[in-house]
């Protein structure tokens, strides 16, 4: 079996160089991609017969991306030039991934005995510092993202004026609310524009111009350009260039806003000296429900330390920027095809420390709720996006979820079995540190405090991993919508397809 699976292994590598050769035709290509995934097939089989431990099954978890690679290619429903430049990146990286398995596999075998028991020992020992350095990081997050009151009398003859863009389509009531908890905010110098992103009801636009009479400018959104920009960037942009103040606050209807919440988020921003700055919400639910999709969604933007990648978090429930710095850097003309397009201005500014992450901690008076199935359709919209929408990304993203957060829950739940020792006493510690980072964020993040959210996190980890890879598997096979229309044609470069006759 070790043979078979030495052999398969290195047919796959050379399969693999005529799969992504640019010379060949797309039939030959498909027909050698078919052959090297049943190759694939039994060099996983072959790897696991010849012997069963972790590593193994990492490679066999390796295979999988490969054949879903493969799979992408088979399906050609992107640009050509597109999909054969992120294939080969992919397969690359995927075989560099397994060579270091490979070689590591080899050098454990050849130097030590060790099994499958040893390297879950091993992984339980990691996992422990990991998870005290990240109790440690999301500690420190938690405090530095803190929104502080204001202490000092506002100067309302010279606060800077403020617009508030809200691009809305086919809206609920969900609209009007946001709509009469922004006017009934204090600032003197605020200016409210709500575009219509081409809604398909009449509700919309009723809902919209109902509030003229409070100063609510009502905007007629045009169609989005097909192929080249995402349809809300293109209502973002639109709303850029009606907006007149010198800052400009963008969030969904789905926000609440306080009486104070304007001046708080304004002389919080000019306090830092950013020129922009992105607002957790406090999420509002007074139902006492489990939560396993928003809270995990807060804990990945708070809780690791992003800034020393440069990938500042950022959410876009409600954001506000200088709007003169904004312009500086192109607008949304910069970022057509962005899912979140709000990344991208905030890697931007925070190479000069002009980007500030806050929650509203009940200072700034924001809030927010969604049902569990607009979370669903949120986390499937930006998931693969935010994983740079390449499957070894996501690969790595299930990896660490399994093996680093997960293992431990598992361990503690089946390995008193074999008897408690110190492994079994550094799992429970490992799950204790977890919950208390996870249950820490959802603390400082949610309006009511949910103990059950918090324990609930190996199913909120479990979900986690299985978004990622149905949020990639319907970006790249399928069709993902936002407010009825298809997300992939931009933003994957998908081939439209020809309407039916």
């Not at 999909?83 to 397994?98: D, E, G, K, P, S």
């Not at 008076?365 to 990304?393: C, M, N």
């Not at 890879?469 to 020809?498: A, G, Q």
Request: overall charge positive; some cysteine.
């Amino acid at each position: 079996m070790l043979k078979l699976a030495i052999i398969t292994g290195a047919l796959s590598v050379l399969f693999d160089a005529f799969v992504y050769l640019p010379p060949l035709s797309n039939k030959f290509k498909n027909l050698i991609a078919l052959v090297a995934a049943a190759d694939i097939l039994i060099f996983s089989g072959a790897s696991l017969a010849a012997s069963i431990n972790g590593l193994t099954i990492v490679l066999d978890l390796i295979n999988l991306y490969r054949i879903f690679n493969y799979a992408r290619l088979i399906r050609a429903r992107m640009h050509k030039q597109y999909l054969l430049r992120t294939a080969q990146r992919t397969a690359i990286l995927l075989i560099v991934f397994q060579a270091v398995i490979i070689l590591l596999k080899i050098g454990l075998s050849t130097f030590t005995k060790v099994g499958l028991s040893d390297m879950i020992k091993v992984c339980i020992i990691v996992d422990f510092v990991l998870a005290a350095m990240l109790l440690l990081v999301t500690l420190r997050n938690i405090r530095k993202t803190e929104a502080l009151p204001f202490g000092q009398t506002i100067d309302y003859e010279r606060v800077p004026t403020v617009s508030v863009c809200i691009p809305a389509r086919n809206e609920t009531d969900d609209l009007e609310a946001c709509l009469r908890s922004l006017l009934s905010n204090n600032y003197p110098k605020l200016e409210i524009l709500v575009l219509d992103d081409c809604s398909q009801d009449r509700h919309t636009a009723e809902v919209i111009r109902s509030f003229a009479h409070a100063g609510v400018r009502f905007l007629q959104g045009e169609p989005a350009p097909k192929e080249h920009w995402l349809a809300k960037n293109w209502a973002y942009e639109q709303l850029l260039k009606e907006a007149s103040g010198e800052y400009i606050v963008f969030c969904g209807v789905d926000v609440r806003f306080e009486p104070k919440s304007l001046v708080s988020i304004v002389s919080t921003i000019m306090r830092k000296k950013k020129s922009m700055m992105s607002i957790v919400p406090e999420y509002f639910d007074d139902r006492g429900k489990i939560r396993l999709i928003q809270p995990m969604r807060y804990f990945w933007e708070i809780a690791p330390p992003r800034r020393i990648f440069r990938r500042p978090p950022v959410l876009s429930s409600c954001w506000i920027i200088n709007s003169a710095r904004m312009h500086e850097l192109g607008g949304f003309s910069s970022v057509t095809r962005s899912i979140v397009p709000e990344a991208f201005f905030a890697h931007s500014f925070i190479a000069n420390n002009g980007y500030s992450f806050v929650r509203s901690s009940g200072v700034l008076g924001i809030t927010s709720f969604k049902v569990v199935s607009e979370q669903w359709d949120t986390a499937v919209r930006v998931r693969y996006p935010q994983l740079h929408r390449h499957p070894e990304w996501v690969m790595l993203v299930t990896l660490f979820e399994t093996t680093v957060l997960l293992v431990p829950f598992a361990y503690v739940l089946f390995g008193w079995l074999a008897g408690v020792d110190y492994i079994w006493a550094l799992a429970m510690a490992t799950v204790i540190l977890l919950w208390i980072s996870y249950g820490w964020t959802i603390k400082n993040t949610f309006y009511k405090n949910s103990l059950v959210s918090a324990l609930a996190l190996p199913a909120a980890l479990i979900l986690d991993t299985f978004l990622a890879n149905y949020s990639m598997y319907r970006y790249e096979f399928s069709d993902i919508e936002w407010k009825e229309r298809n997300v992939c044609i931009p933003v994957m470069h998908v081939t439209p397809s020809l309407p039916p006759n």
